[in-house]
């Protein structure tokens, strides 16, 4: 079975230092994978995609994550943290099988905190 | 453009209550998925439906059902509640089948059952 392992379900990093959320997948052909972002009481906004294109993909708010086929990883990296970066962050994959569009499957999150 | 809306926001329900809970997608999107998101067992995928058409379904008993209309809006149904019920549901929408396509979220609808 398709599974996404995020390691760390909380991240604490000071404001301006760099943010590294580690992302796992496992997968028998390369997925489409997502990172998505969740600000309390709200729902879940896209980071950035990967639907094998470019290896490294660029997203909103100074995000970016490199797909890395044989680490079999999606790590979400941002040179410097701002405080207004404190969410929960979601490593997403979609399968690719057929008949699997839409069933994302998403990890258990990680709540970046970040100290001024 | 107006984003994904969910009503009701808040629900609060007894065990062995029925609930209903709608989603519009953003205009133009045809296809519409839901989501359960629960401390212990996470983000679950539940259904997708496209052109009122449920194309994918994710493992939950057959208590959980949805429907689509034909303006791509979406109710989801949960009978009989448990208490393990209790969850955020979130409505997602997107152009074409979701999947590669970005789907959008709503802010979701927040069950507490008793």
């Known amino acids: 079975a398709q599974s996404v392992t995020q390691l760390g379900s909380h991240v604490s990093v000071s404001e301006g230092a760099l943010v590294l959320l580690r992302c796992n997948y496992s997968?028998?052909?390369?997925?489409?994978l997502f990172w998505y972002v969740q600000y309390p009481n709200q729902g879940l906004q896209l980071l950035l995609k990967?639907?094998?294109?470019?290896?490294l993909v660029k997203g909103i708010n100074g995000f970016e994550a490199e797909f890395k086929k044989s680490e079999t990883s999606f790590h979400l990296t941002k040179p410097s943290a701002h405080m207004s970066d404190a969410a929960e962050y979601f490593c997403?994959?979609?399968?690719?099988?057929?008949?699997?569009?839409?069933?994302?499957?998403f990890g258990k999150g990680t709540k970046l905190s970040v100290k001024p | 453009k107006a984003g994904v809306t969910q009503t009701p926001r808040y629900l609060i329900k007894t065990r062995g209550q029925q609930v209903t809970l709608s989603c519009s997608p953003i205009?133009?999107?045809?296809?519409v998925s839901w989501y359960q998101q629960t401390p212990g067992q996470g983000l679950q995928f539940l259904f997708e439906?496209?052109?009122?058409?449920?194309?994918n379904k994710g493992n939950f008993p057959g208590r959980f059902s949805g429907r689509q209309f034909s303006n791509s809006r979406s109710e989801m149904n949960v009978s009989t509640l448990e208490l393990g019920d209790s969850a955020l549901y979130l409505c997602?929408?997107?152009?074409?089948?979701?999947?590669?396509?970005?789907?959008?979220f709503g802010p979701g609808t927040r069950l507490t059952v008793l």
């Open positions: 997602a929408s997107s152009f074409g089948l979701a999947g590669r396509n970005e789907q959008f």
């Open positions: 997968s028998s052909v390369p997925p489409y």
């Open positions: 990967y639907t094998s294109a470019a290896t």
């Open positions: 997403a994959v979609n399968p690719k099988r057929a008949g699997s569009q839409g069933n994302l499957i």
């Open positions: 205009s133009g999107h045809r296809s």
């Open positions: 439906y496209f052109s009122e058409t449920q194309r």
